[in-house]
């Protein structure tokens, strides 16, 4: 279950698509704080030894005729800083054919226990293979957007309800969201005017801190 934002506004130059609007969200998330990038350098299936990362199930539409699975693609993630509490947030990419076809990108975010934000600043996680080990694992975990705050699917920004953090950043987003849909001429495909990413990467600190 998601809930989807479409809201009618004026033209404008600077619009940009779902898609777009999340990966400036997390940008200036880490723009905003302190963090430090955690590249996954293990290959994504022995299979694949040249493409790195590690993959989320997202959902899974397989019966016993067919495997149907979509899934979110991670190179790595970021260790932020926010209020002395450090998150690992991820932005994903959709990974697959068919089913994943109509995602685009997210954001998620979690705690991990032992990661201290000292070792954040002074940047000596980065090369840590257990600390990696775990962060793979975990991610792993992370399915059915469980873990995420937002993301885009059919060309429109999407919160899931099933998530926590989800429920929290509509909660947050749907009262100030009217005024920053720019064009809806598309069925299937929003432009947003850019601006909401501040709004959106207050509404995911807020949560965070929430939730620290």
């Not at 299979?47 to 149907?68: A, N």
Request: include cysteine.
């Amino acid at each position: 279950m998601t809930s989807n934002l479409r809201l009618v506004h004026k033209s404008s130059q600077d619009g940009l698509n779902a898609e777009s609007i999340v990966s400036l969200t997390y940008q200036r998330l880490l723009n905003r704080n302190y963090y430090t990038i955690i590249d996954f350098t293990s290959p994504l299936h022995p299979l694949l030894p040249s493409e790195k990362g590690v993959i989320v199930l997202v959902e899974d539409d397989t019966d016993w005729h067919k495997t149907s699975q979509a899934f979110m693609k991670y190179e790595g993630v970021a260790l932020v800083v926010i209020d002395d509490k450090v998150w690992v947030v991820g932005n994903g990419f959709s990974y697959g054919d068919g089913l994943a076809d109509k995602y685009g990108q997210d954001i998620l975010a979690f705690q991990m226990e032992g990661i201290k934000p000292r070792s954040v600043f002074d940047g000596s996680l980065s090369d840590n293979k257990n600390l990696k080990s775990r962060l793979s694992d975990s991610l792993r975990f992370r399915r059915n957007f469980r873990s995420t705050f937002l993301y885009s699917e059919d060309g429109q920004l999407c919160f899931p309800l099933l998530s926590t953090y989800g429920m929290m950043m509509k909660e947050l987003v749907a009262p100030r969201i009217n005024g920053f849909v720019v064009d809806t001429s598309s069925d299937r495909k929003i432009i947003y005017d850019k601006n909401l990413s501040g709004i959106l990467v207050e509404s995911l600190e807020e949560t965070l801190r929430y939730y620290s």
